[in-house]
């Protein structure tokens, strides 16, 4: 069966519905009285108000997305109100029963439930794996929309994606190619981008995903792409169209917190703190975060107690977020960590696998 191009989708999509008058924009509310349409009951000031296709839309919403956009590259972009309602929102709007999502094996949480609300067929290939990618979609040929999701840094394991690998099947088999920035932005790419954006291949990926909950420190989720994408999301994305918007606070400091993002001094900060701990760990590190390894739940559960007794807290994953037998303790390095806790952390991780080694 012919794959669906995804502009051929979008595009009748929003023909049907602008047909049966059924389009929506977002509203500039610059000097309109929205006095009617809020639903602040008691005349309160610090929220938007409503959804942003009633009265919840602002002008910063507007600059925010324009910068998003000129920063990864893209035609367009839309900010949902968290990191996790951007994939549920996207996923699940795009792809519809007897289409297929395939998810690579340690994807979020966020993505997994995107998929699953969509009600597509759903199928997992191995972890970073895109031979065995290819085996999944040459047993596929039958469905007309495939979407393959994709973190570009593995939120668990700090590890990257291949992208070189995974846009070029995306050019051969014509599927729809999602990748979540979460953890790479701020910490790849000239501007802090991200992993497309520091390989140069923001055009070869359909849908960007991003949050404002980790490199920027604030607050909401975003997605990149192309016009045709964010019309199509503002019409059909349910947990875009059916929430509050962000107040305008938020939006301030997420705008002023992509300015910081792009600062290059920031990262140098902080690729020098990951080759530190990295290399007195005897580790390679591939990103911010550094996965300790344990396996064992109740072992993972110990060292981190040990660790909280030393003054750290550095938190045991363990099942269901990563897979059984495969707990870890997972810590991120940041710019502002220092020496001193670094070389203190160091010194009780060396410390633990002497002891071990003596056993
Ligand atoms: C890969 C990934 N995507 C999405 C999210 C959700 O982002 P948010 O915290 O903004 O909801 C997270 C983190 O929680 C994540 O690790």
Redesign the pocket.
Known sequence: MARMDLAEFLTGALAELDQKNLLRRLPDLQNIDIGFSRNTYLGNHFGASGSRLISGNHRLYARLERELSLWKKTAAALVYP??????LGVISALLDRGDLIILDKL?????IDGARLAQADIRVFKHNNPADLEKILRQSRNYKKILVVT?SV??MDGDRAPLAELTALRRQYGFWLLV?E??AVGVFGESGEGLAGQLGMNGDIDIQ?G????AFDG???YVCGSRLLIDYLVNKSRAFIYTTALPKIILRKNLANLKKVQSKKQRRKLWKNINYFSARLGIRADSAIIPLLIGDEKKALALAEKLRDEGFIIPAIRYPTVPRGQARLRLTISAETTKRQMNKLLALLNQRRKNRALK
């Open positions: 968290a990191g996790y309602m951007t994939n994807c979020h949480a966020s993505l973190e593995f939120s979540d979460a953890h995903i949050t404002f909950s980790k607050l909401g989720g």
